[in-house]
């Protein structure tokens, strides 16, 4: 392509976007809402992964126990930053069947960080006693079972939690006129 006199380059004659600024155009709205996901994300991760280590050392919970118990406290902090900032342009159904149907599908999420946990402490643990220790549990609690999780709740939150603005939920109740 050659400049025009004024150094511009010369114009197209195809008026269509081109392929990136279509993609953005696409999928731009999930770039944004996977940022804020992310960010929420490791702030709970790291409520979670204090508590969890505090449970197991400080307070010497048993691992699953220590799991479900930093979970829970870190699975609110999340509610509370992806229901007022990643998904705050979405449209509001009813706080308590949000909060409701958020922690039944966190806790799906959470059953991902629990079986790995399970199959490395208890499993191999049992052939390897290697795999019982905080390291190892960590690894397979809050880096392992946690990435898998995460992408479950991303994409349930996004399609059953948060609703789009044009997604109206089902009302509770449903009364007929006679």
Not at 22 to 47: M, N
Not at 50 to 78: G, Q
């Amino acid at each position: 392509m050659s400049a025009t006199v004024t150094g511009e380059p010369p114009a197209s004659s195809d008026s269509r976007p081109g392929l990136l600024r279509r993609l953005w155009d696409r999928f731009g709205h999930l770039v944004h809402e996977l940022g804020k996901f992310g960010t929420v994300g490791i702030i709970a991760f790291g409520v979670d992964l204090v508590l969890f280590n505090i449970a197991l050392t400080v307070l010497d919970m048993e691992s699953l126990t220590a799991k479900v118990f930093s979970t829970a406290i870190a699975a609110s902090v999340a509610f509370v930053g992806n229901r007022f900032w990643t998904w705050r342009h979405r449209a509001r159904s009813n706080l308590a069947r949000e909060y409701i149907l958020y922690f039944v599908l966190n806790a799906i999420g959470l059953c991902f960080s629990l079986l790995t946990l399970a199959i490395s402490h208890y499993g191999l643990g049992s052939v390897w006693p290697v795999f019982q220790n905080p390291i190892v549990d960590n690894i397979s609690a809050n880096i392992v079972g946690t990435a898998m999780g995460t992408t479950f709740r991303f994409w349930s939150y996004r399609r059953w939690v948060f609703l789009n603005p044009d997604t109206q939920p089902v009302p509770a109740t449903v009364t007929e006129s006679k």
